[in-house]
């Protein structure tokens, strides 16, 4: 049976105050991560997205295949214009702004739409829910019968077209489509929903700290580089990009960005990978004079095929001359747009070595580099 998905992803985010869809979360648009999460379990994903985020939603979920649709001005109008292209035997009907829903759940709601024909993700309540009127509880119905509804929901795509066509006539405002599903085919059928598949409503409820990264399933990893060049004769050096004039030059098969070469080792090792000379060997002529900014960037791309992406950095270069204090607020520029984070999340010191040892004696630059990597999820 063809599995469609419906992500609705036209919403305002008023209540966030910003638009929800497009907004960073562990290095890519909230949109990026929720769509990847339906890559290779649906056959077909529809994205229901604003007339603004059109183009940017069409590009950003290419990757993954999915159809664009322009949404409405309702979650119910955007759901009823994708119905229109979904092809698909069965569709799930999944928000935009829940992208920690797991690859467990969506196929254990396929699997319920197979057997029993619909199946809304749902978790018990674990609050008391309580009705109100004005400023008093006038009910407090029993806990045990309470679940929170959450999506992917999913239906017999027949079935739920019907609905949706019957209640785009009746005035009613529904705000999800196990309402619909209820009011014009028949009770639909629960499963089991996750406490991660939190919907992304307030701006407190992105993640954008590290350090919560493992509520949401996810893990976080430390990695460590250092590396070393000498100087030779020539003039001019290069640090994280930055050309800085210099009696000296750094001997090296590359640009010899040493402090880049630090970074660059701080982040495969973090992954588990091989370090920078596996990768980029100095045996190789295309790296000869390379731009290591440039492989830093292939860097970035190598870890995050392994799930992860950088969460900080923090940076120490040893050299006694040249004086690296005016150059360093490029440096941090220039990582954090190769890392994808901020330029707050970056710490770079530069020192003399007190005259001591081979960085003392101007021999050569020393550089060594800690990063914080996160994982989006396991699996
Ligand atoms: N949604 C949609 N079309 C709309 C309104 C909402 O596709 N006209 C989507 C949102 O993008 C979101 C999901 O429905 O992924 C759930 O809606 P909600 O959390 O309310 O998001 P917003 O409507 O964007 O937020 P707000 O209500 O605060 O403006
Ligand atoms: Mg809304």
Do not use: W
Request: proline letters at 4%; glycine letters at 10%; a negative charge.
């Amino acid at each position: 049976m063809k599995v469609s998905v419906i992500i609705c992803a036209a919403g305002k985010g008023e209540r966030a105050g910003f638009n929800k869809m497009l907004a960073p979360l562990y290095g890519q648009p909230t949109i990026f991560t929720t769509c990847e999460k339906f890559y290779n379990i649906a056959d077909e994903i529809i994205i229901a997205c604003s007339k603004n985020d059109l183009e940017n939603i069409t590009a950003i979920c290419s990757p993954f295949g999915a159809v664009t649709v322009e949404g409405g001005s309702t979650r119910f109008e955007s759901v009823y214009k994708s119905l229109d292209k979904v092809t698909g035997d069965i569709v799930l009907i999944h928000d935009g702004a829940r992208p920690f829903i797991d690859g467990d759940t969506i196929k254990g709601c396929i699997d319920c739409v197979k057997e029993h024909g619909s199946a809304i993700c749902v978790m018990p309540s674990t609050d008391t829910v309580v009705y109100c009127d004005n400023d008093t509880v006038t009910d407090i119905p029993d806990r045990s019968g309470v679940y929170r509804a959450q999506t992917p929901q999913g239906f017999k795509t027949a079935e739920i077209k019907t609905a949706y066509k019957k209640a785009a006539s009746d005035g009613n405002n529904y705000t999800d489509d196990s309402s619909v599903y209820r009011k014009y085919i028949r009770p639909p059928y629960i499963c089991k929903g996750s406490i991660a598949n939190i919907k992304l409503t307030y701006k407190s409820d992105f993640p954008d700290r590290p350090y919560t990264a493992p509520l949401y399933g996810g893990k976080m990893v430390v990695g460590y580089g250092t590396d070393v060049h000498a100087f030779g004769e020539g003039g001019g050096i290069t640090l994280c990009g930055v050309k800085i004039p210099c009696s000296k030059r750094l001997i090296a098969h590359s640009d010899g960005d040493v402090a880049v070469h630090a970074v660059m080792d701080a982040l495969l090792s973090g992954a588990g990978l091989n370090d920078i000379g596996h990768y980029f060997p100095d045996t190789d002529q295309r790296y000869s004079g390379a731009d290591s900014m440039r492989l830093l960037k292939e860097v970035v791309s190598l870890i995050g095929e392994r799930g992860y992406s950088p969460a900080n950095l923090s940076l120490t270069i040893c050299a006694e001359t040249p004086k690296l204090a005016p150059y360093i607020e490029a440096m941090k520029q220039n990582l954090a747009e190769a890392l994808n984070i901020g330029v707050d999340d970056i710490g770079i010191s530069a020192g003399t070595n007190e005259g001591l040892g081979f960085v003392g004696q101007k021999l050569g630059i020393y550089a060594n580099a800690i990063t914080l990597l996160m994982r989006k999820e396991n699996g």
